[in-house]
């Protein structure tokens, strides 16, 4: 019988160790991705300030490295970690180590080729032009099939001790089967106008939000129950409200980018509804979390997990009321489409997302008893920065577009957008810095990212003082309650804010400015002018959206859901780092002359302008993007 014990003993180490080495394989892969991605992101950054850096190449535009980047750390970095350390923590629940080694190979292969794939798409200027899936739909497909993957390595794993897996495993199973879901969701073909957008706004929602705040909560659970001593498994009643709170409220939240627009208006209403809504879930997760730390925080000897697990806890809180704010009209009139989503994103992505990662992987290395950690610090002090300069600038921007309208001193395009420019300066030098300072930490990081310590540091001993009970007995989240509920969000989330507002189509039929303007036909100048500005990555920085509030007064008429009848891609969302262009061909002083000079060198007429040079365009292609920018009116 001490033979057999000691076999099996030694199986389970076995199958631990093979999960603990997979999931170092996914980290490191998933780090070189970030490490790519963070030095495009920081590049695009600096040429918002030094829009002449880099200039004459068609590779190394704004256009098309801002979105390669974000595509290396969305569909990269955060998937690519997040799953291989879910793995990681689901075999440590259950005790049964990995499940389908081979199929966890190929998932690792799958999704990192799919994400290197998309972003030099984008870099080689082949971009879908969907806000949050510009990759091609190849890219995103291969994508998808390593999401899958991994999905089924992730349930296979759980399935071992599928009815006690604790908040830990909840969040980490259902989070896998969400982003493939969402994946999937979006290989869908889109519609034309305002339904397309609406589409591919729940698609990216589940992609990277609900995904990453799911991953991330689960995470963080499993770093603060390792190093407070507490049983992973255990199925707290509170832990169970905060885990379908939160995934029920961030299921809905494809809008939070539509407000104001041409979308439906009950539409919008349901966004702002479920933005409130997600206050309940940091309630229940904070107390809970809290209650599992309380009296134990000077005993944890592993210091460094606990940094981390703070800070990611502490952005994704930053998060939740970033995100309200965004989604509340009163302040959204504000700071929509300006640099505060870029803000929002740094936060869920670098932040929230990022140091829960860190700090899992960090009990996976065996924690730190003590000391400075010039990695913490770097990407604490270069998180900090970019948020608060993206956030901060988004603010002013947003006050500045009000000033000119309300004081009548100056419009909000052409020269007059002189202010908004200037008046961002200084935030985009913070956060181009701060996003530099970032990059930089995790090159230290990775050098160091699979070393692990001498032993796992101990936990505190004795009883948890979680004295919050409940009356009755403790109902589990089973296996099938976890299943069927998972299914049912998603379900809901994709019917209520996807399909319905699809299939309304009061508002869809054509204005006459789509009939007569926005309608390209094949072989026209005007459809390869506007493929041309998909590719250029023109959307990343002009909206086409005139909206009903006092900082879009003067930019036209208000946009109406028929007026994109015809595009596919609509072009509505994004960031307004530029002027709008909805309308702008009906602005005094825009000719074709003008036009092309401007697109050849922005800053000869406009000194201020923080457009690149698109000299390296031939004069036809020049001509054919002219020919589509005299379309919007």
Not at 275 to 285: D, E, F, H, M, S
Not at 578 to 588: C, Q, T, Y
Not at 617 to 625: E, G, M, Q, R, Y
Request: charged share 10%; net charge neutral.
């Amino acid at each position: 019988m001490t033979a057999d014990i000691s076999s099996n003993e030694a199986a389970q180490s076995e199958a631990e160790d093979n999960g603990a080495a997979m999931a170092g394989k996914y980290v490191l892969v998933a780090m070189v991705l970030l490490v790519i991605g963070l030095v495009l992101t920081a590049l695009a950054s600096l040429q918002l300030v030094l829009p002449d850096l880099l200039s004459g190449s068609a590779y190394t535009t704004y256009g098309r490295l801002a979105p390669a980047g974000r595509v290396l750390l969305g569909d990269g970095w955060l998937p690519l970690a997040g799953l291989g350390l879910a793995v990681y923590v689901l075999g440590d629940i259950t005790r049964g180590g990995l499940k389908r080694k081979a199929l966890a190979t190929a998932g690792l292969i799958t999704i990192a080729f799919g994400a290197l794939a998309g972003a030099g798409d984008l870099v080689g200027g082949l971009s879908s032009g969907i806000v949050g899936q510009e990759g091609p739909v190849w890219t995103r497909a291969i994508s998808a099939v390593g999401y899958l993957l991994v999905g089924l390595v992730v349930t296979a794993t759980a399935k071992q001790k599928a009815d006690r897996l604790g908040p830990t495993g909840w969040y980490l199973t259902a989070a896998s089967w969400w982003l493939t879901a969402s994946a999937a969701f979006g290989l869908i073909p889109l519609m034309a106008g305002t339904p397309g957008s609406i589409q591919a706004a729940f698609a990216n929602a589940g992609l990277h939000r609900l995904f990453v705040v799911t991953m991330a909560v689960g995470l963080l659970y499993f770093a603060f129950s390792k190093i407070s001593g507490a049983d992973l498994s255990e199925p707290r009643p509170l832990a169970a409200l905060g885990f379908w709170s939160l995934t029920f409220t961030w299921a809905f939240m494809g809008g939070i980018n539509l407000v104001y627009s041409a979308t439906p208006d009950w539409y919008e209403t349901l966004t702002i509804a479920f933005a409130i809504g997600t206050l309940v879930p940091v309630l229940v997760i904070v107390t809970d979390l809290g209650l599992l730390l309380k009296g134990r925080v000077q005993a944890i000897g592993d210091r460094a997990t606990l940094r981390y697990g703070v800070a990611g806890g502490l952005t994704l809180i930053g998060v939740t009321a970033v995100n309200l704010l965004l989604a509340w009209r009163a302040t959204s009139a504000v700071v929509q489409y300006s640099t505060w989503a870029t803000g929002l994103d740094v936060l869920l992505v670098l932040g929230g997302g990022s140091f829960a990662i860190f700090a899992a992987n960090s009990v996976r290395r065996g924690g730190r008893a003590s000391g400075p950690s010039l990695h913490f610090w770097g990407s604490a002090v270069g998180l900090s920065g970019a948020a608060v300069g993206l956030l901060a600038g988004g603010v002013v921007t947003g006050f500045s577009w009000i000033a000119g309208p309300s004081s009548q001193l100056f419009p909000n395009y052409g020269p007059g957008y002189e202010v908004a420019v200037v008046s961002l300066g200084p935030f985009l030098w913070v956060a181009a810095i701060s996003l530099t300072i970032y990059a930089l930490s995790q090159i230290v990081y990775l050098v160091r990212i699979n070393s692990t310590s001498d032993g796992e540091l101990p936990a505190p001993d004795g009883p948890l003082d979680y004295n919050l009970e409940f009356e009755g007995s403790t109902r589990y989240v089973t296996w099938k309650r976890l299943v069927w509920g998972a299914v049912a969000v998603w379900v809901a989330a994709a019917m209520f804010t996807a399909v319905l507002p699809m299939m309304d189509n009061s508002e869809t039929a054509a204005t006459i400015t789509a009939a007569r303007y926005r309608t390209y036909e094949q072989g026209t100048p005007e459809l390869v002018g506007r493929n041309l500005y998909l590719a250029q990555g023109c959307a990343e920085c002009h909206t086409q959206s005139v909206r009903p509030i006092v900082a879009d007064v003067g930019l036209g008429a208000v946009s109406v859901a028929g007026d994109y009848a015809f595009e596919n891609p609509a072009l509505i969302t994004g960031t307004r780092l530029g002027p709008d262009l909805m309308r702008v061909a009906d602005k005094e002083g825009i000719s074709s002359e003008f036009l092309e000079a401007h697109l050849r060198n922005p800053r000869a007429a406009r000194s201020w302008s923080i457009m690149p040079s698109y000299s390296f365009l031939s004069d036809a292609d020049i001509k054919a993007l002219v020919s589509y920018i005299e379309t919007l009116r």
